[in-house]
């Protein structure tokens, strides 16, 4: 399928505005792509019992496959604290689940105002699978 990087970085940027962490004061947004096509956004949440904090890409994939979506295609993320904020290995790990079988998992970041587009396997060669 072919998308819009802008479009969807823009997403997860407005979804960054949304992020409760008091904690790290680190904002994550994540703009993600699923299968039919639509956006699904989320930010990172914090909590007092540090553990129980949800990094801003699991937030948004686990809306859309919530929602009914079977696959994710993209993932956009966004932190106003870092450039190119990449994907925790937790998050990686469940990209790898939802990942298409017929389309690489695109992983977007932003670095200085310029996208960088890569390969969800860039981030984790030789993942685990059943
Ligand atoms: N965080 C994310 O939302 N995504 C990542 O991939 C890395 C880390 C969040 C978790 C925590 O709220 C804050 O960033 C600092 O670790």
Redesign the pocket.
């Known amino acids: 399928m072919t998308y819009n990087y802008e479009q969807l970085m823009n997403s997860a940027k407005e979804a960054s505005k949304m992020s409760y962490?008091p904690f790290?004061r680190?904002a994550?947004g994540a703009g993600v792509l699923a299968g039919s096509g639509k956006i699904y956004t989320g930010c990172?949440i914090?909590n007092s019992s540090f553990g129980m904090?949800i990094?801003?890409?699991r937030c948004a994939i686990f809306k859309a496959i919530s929602e009914g979506e079977k696959e994710i295609l993209a993932v956009a993320?966004y932190s106003p604290n870092a450039d190119n904020?990449?994907?925790?290995g937790a998050?990686r790990q469940v990209m790898s689940e939802f990942e298409s079988d017929s389309a690489e998992l695109e992983v977007i970041t932003e670095n200085l105002g310029q996208l960088e587009v890569r390969k969800l396997s860039e981030f984790l060669p030789f993942g685990f699978k059943i």
């Open positions: 962490s790290s680190f994550v990172n914090e904090t990094c801003a890409e993320i904020c990449y994907p925790c998050c």
